[in-house]
């Protein structure tokens, strides 16, 4: 069996041999944290960092994340919406006024959240994401899909530019600087938006599936799948996609990191003492702003604000595997991140883990 490091309540042994089952079956690495109220009973990595399986996974490693890092983007929107600062029923305009370009004077803040904006499409070079005005400007010039509201359809390099843009123009500060100023800073998490070269030899590149190569590219059944520009393997390893910022998509950091930020959605808007929201802030991202056929995804969703939500629980996965659950009656979280890439189709690794430490809430409540 792989060689399991960190450390488990004994209630959730299940947890760490789920891990291991994958790893044994052929993943490189990965690790996975369950925090239960802002306080992690599971935090356990394994495998190999690097395709040759020669870096063993460290307790530090970090990982592109993918879409998860959605949920970090959406955190920052909440908080500035609980401050007064971010209205999400007001038009992206009132912060925003170039964006009434092309139709979108009645697109709302809530509809970037919600993916209803009817701007799903990343249609420029994968070049000019790496440059935030250029990626602006572009969105700027688009014209709606739909009717914003009317429907909705995964924003999925998207998202992060246009709620990026509104944070900005609110604090003069970019989503990883908020991020790293107010969320990771007073919470101590080791997650990145924007992710500075020291950080470089921490970084466990992604694998692409088996018989694949660094030119894979995100599919229609996949979580980041988008009409427009494919993104590549090779783009999500290279160096430019690691210091840009692409809050949609580029966040680094581990299982541990990933399930203590969104420990304050699920206790109310305080973890380990730090209060970035209130109570009723928190909820906000719970309520459900569309639920129907995504037009992207091609499956029926619902819609929080910033998040996925799935019958009582909510969050969001990533490209290649990674996934967080928030439970917010158990105030747990759940985070699973790899740097092994499978093909969508029958990926359950992620609710895998999720359903082992479902078994210790179980003995924990008991």
């Not at 520009?229 to 290279?238: A, K, Q, W």
């Amino acid at each position: 069996m792989a060689d399991i490091q960190g450390s488990y309540d004994d209630l959730f042994t299940a947890v760490p041999s789920a891990l291991a089952e994958l790893l044994d079956g052929g993943d490189t690495g990965g690790s996975v944290a369950v925090f239960v109220d802002g306080e992690p009973v599971v935090d356990v990595w394994g495998g190999f960092a690097d395709a040759g399986r020669t870096a063993p996974w460290e307790q530090d490693t970090i990982v592109n994340v993918f879409s998860v890092t959605k949920t970090m983007t959406a955190l920052c929107a909440l908080v500035l919406a609980d401050r007064g600062e971010l209205d999400p029923d007001a038009p992206v305009t009132r912060y925003w006024p170039e964006f009434a370009a092309a139709g979108k004077g009645g697109v709302l803040v809530r509809h970037l959240l919600s993916h209803t904006a009817g701007l799903p499409d990343w249609d420029g070079p994968v070049e000019e994401i790496y440059d935030w005005p250029s990626a602006t400007a572009r969105l700027v010039a688009q014209a709606p899909q739909w009717e914003p509201g009317t429907a909705a359809g995964y924003h999925s390099l998207t998202q992060g530019f246009l709620v990026g843009e509104v944070i900005w123009r609110i604090t003069g500060r970019s989503v990883g600087e908020f991020f790293a100023d107010e969320v990771a800073g007073p919470l101590g998490a080791d997650f990145h938006i924007g992710l500075a070269a020291e950080h470089d030899r921490r970084v466990a590149l992604a694998v692409p599936p088996p018989g694949r190569d660094e030119d894979y590219t995100a599919g229609a059944a996949g979580n980041d799948s988008a009409s427009g520009t494919p993104m590549r393997v090779r783009d999500g390893n290279s160096v430019a996609w690691r210091r840009a910022q692409i809050p949609a998509v580029s966040g680094f950091g581990n299982a541990r990191s990933v399930a203590l930020v969104q420990s304050v959605m699920a206790c109310g808007g305080t973890a380990r003492g730090v209060r970035l929201l209130s109570q009723a802030g928190s909820d906000r991202a719970r309520e459900e702003q569309f639920s129907g056929d995504d037009r992207v995804l091609g499956m029926p969703m619902r819609w929080g604000l910033g998040y996925g939500l799935f019958g009582n629980t909510y969050g969001w996965g990533g490209w290649g595997g990674s996934l967080m659950v928030i439970e917010p009656e158990a105030r747990m979280v759940v985070a699973y991140v790899t740097n092994q890439m499978r093909e969508p189709a029958g990926d359950n690794r992620g609710m895998e883990i999720v359903m082992s430490a479902y078994d210790g809430l179980m003995g924990l409540r008991a």
